[in-house]
T-cell receptor, first 108, second 115 residues
Framework: GQNIDQPTEMTATEGAIVQINCTYQTSGFNGLFWYQQHAGEAPTFLSYNVLDGLEEKGRFSSFLSRSKGYSYLLLKELQMKDSASYLCAVNSNYQLIWGAGTKLIIKP | AAGVIQSPRHLIKEKRETATLKCYPIPRHDTVYWYQQGPGQDPQFLISFYEKMQSDKGSIPDRFSAQQFSDYHSELNMSSLELGDSALYFC??????????????FGPGTRLTVT
């Protein structure tokens, strides 16, 4: 079967760093995406990893280990506007298989 | 930059009615995806089209159908609506053979409420 696991909810402090983990088991793998979704809005693209290693984009970084079926999203210098759900999604044979999302709560 | 357009943004229907949702992908994108997202849930893949042909089918009910037209816009037709069909319906598009070939760009969504 296809399965993607990520924590349901995390809490962090403004200005701090938070790491959101994602583990996956899918029948195919054409890359892993991280999306940000504010309540009632469309998911917006954050990052894409297809090779092992770290991809850095401003305050956000994403890491992938294909052998371990593992990824994480690292958010630095947290801002209140980062409060959102973060969805891990694996492209498996041209379909996006989604995790249930991690709700990130930022406290002042 | 042009984004994915969805129409209407909000729709209220009664049980057993029909609804048609429209999606206009980003120009030159060759793939369209439809998702259903219930409250507090992750997006559920319904169906996708590549170059106007059905590409993949997910958890789309038999009451729903979709197609992609010659101008690449897509329509999701929903019949015999049920209360459980109330959800956000997202359309996404991608350029399958481009440099970021698997990145999907999402439209703003259509909020369907069935009463």
């Amino acid at each position: 079967g296809q399965n993607i696991d990520q924590p349901t909810e995390m809490t962090a402090t403004e200005g701090a760093i938070v790491q959101i983990n994602c583990t996956y088991q899918t029948s195919g793998f054409n890359g892993l995406f991280w999306y940000q979704q504010h309540a009632g809005e469309a998911p917006t693209f954050l990052s894409y990893n297809v090779l092992d290693g770290l991809e850095e984009k401003g305050r956000f970084s994403s890491f992938l280990s294909r052998s371990k079926g593992y990824s994480y999203l690292l958010l630095k210098e947290l801002q209140m506007k980062d409060s959102a759900s973060y969805l891990c999604a694996v492209n498996s044979n041209y379909q996006l298989i989604w995790g249930a999302g991690t709700k990130l709560i930022i406290k002042p | 930059a042009a984004g994915v357009i969805q129409s209407p943004r909000h729709l209220i229907k009664e049980k057993r009615e029909t609804a048609t949702l429209k999606c206009y992908p980003i120009p030159r994108h060759d793939t369209v995806y439809w998702y259903q997202q219930g409250p507090g849930q992750d997006p559920q893949f319904l169906i996708s089209f590549y170059e106007k042909m059905q590409s993949d089918k997910g958890s789309i009910p038999d009451r729903f159908s979709a197609q992609q037209f010659s101008d690449y816009h897509s329509e999701l037709n929903m019949s015999s609506l049920e209360l459980g069909d109330s959800a956000l319906y997202f359309c996404a598009s991608s350029f399958r053979t481009g440099p970021s070939s698997y990145e999907q760009y999402f439209g703003p969504g259509t909020r369907l409420t069935v009463t």
